[in-house]
T-cell receptor
Framework: AQKVTQAQTEISVVEKEDVTLDCVYE???????LFWYKQPPSGELVFLIR??????QNEISGRYSWNFQKSTSSFNFTITASQVVDSAVYFC???????????FGAGTRLFVKA | ETGVTQSPTHLIKTRGQQVTLRCSSQ?????VSWYQQALGQGPQFIFQ???????GRGNFPPRFSGLQFPNYSSELNVNALELDDSALYLC??????????????FGPGTRLTVT
């Protein structure tokens, strides 16, 4: 069975703080994809990153960075120097290669206070 | 490049009624997936359409059905609405399954309220 767990329901930080959102996944597949999406109050899911299971290189994109560790089945997301505009719900998701069903975690709601 | 669009934005229906939600996929994408997102939860996969056929289905009853048209747009139909069907319905388009590019682009969603 496939499963994505985002243990942090809500996180509240003050602007300019760094924050890490945790994601732990379960799958028996050897090849799969992992994703992070942002859902602002408007409701639309915004794609942030895709990582396949063979690529464990960490990635940095501006203030965003992702740490993929296959050994611990984790795909954590860090926002450096958070800003109020980062306030949203963030979802981690899993898709098996060749599959059609993306499994989403329950999401982590991030509040960034000015 | 045109993004994913959905209509209507909001909808209020009565229990037992039927509803049709519509989605236009992003330019160049021929696969459409539908998700139900209840308040405070992550999206749950309903089904996916590729080449006008259902390509996979989640744990939803048969009263949830869909269509895909030659222009890749799609409809989600829900019959015999129940109160628990109240949710945000999201449509996502992507390239064909098996291409290795599984990035899904989501529309803004349709907020359905069943009273």
């Amino acid at each position: 069975a496939q499963k994505v767990t985002q243990a942090q329901t809500e996180i509240s930080v003050v602007e300019k703080e760094d924050v890490t959102l945790d994601c732990v996944y379960e799958t028996r597949d050897t090849t799969y994809y992992l994703f992070w999406y942002k859902q602002p109050p408007s409701g639309e899911l915004v794609f942030l990153i895709r990582r396949n299971s063979f690529d464990e290189q960490n990635e940095i994109s501006g203030r965003y960075s992702w740490n993929f560790q296959k050994s611990t089945s984790s795909f954590n997301f860090t926002i450096t120097a958070s800003q109020v505009v980062d306030s949203a719900v963030y979802f981690c998701a899993l898709l098996r290669t060749g599959g059609f069903k993306t499994i989403f975690g329950a999401g982590t709601r991030l509040f960034v206070k000015a | 490049e045109t993004g994913v669009t959905q209509s209507p934005t909001h909808l209020i229906k009565t229990r037992g009624q039927q509803v049709t939600l519509r989605c236009s996929s992003q330019s160049g994408h021929n696969t459409v997936s539908w998700y139900q997102q209840a308040l405070g939860q992550g999206p749950q996969f309903i089904f996916q359409y590729y080449r006008e056929e259902e390509n996979g289905r989640g744990n939803f009853p048969p009263r949830f059905s869909g269509l895909q048209f030659p222009n890749y747009s799609s409809e989600l139909n829900v019959n015999a609405l129940e109160l628990d069907d109240s949710a945000l319905y999201l449509c996502a388009s992507s390239l064909a399954p098996g291409t290795g590019d599984y990035e899904q682009y989501f529309g803004p969603g349709t907020r359905l309220t069943v009273t």
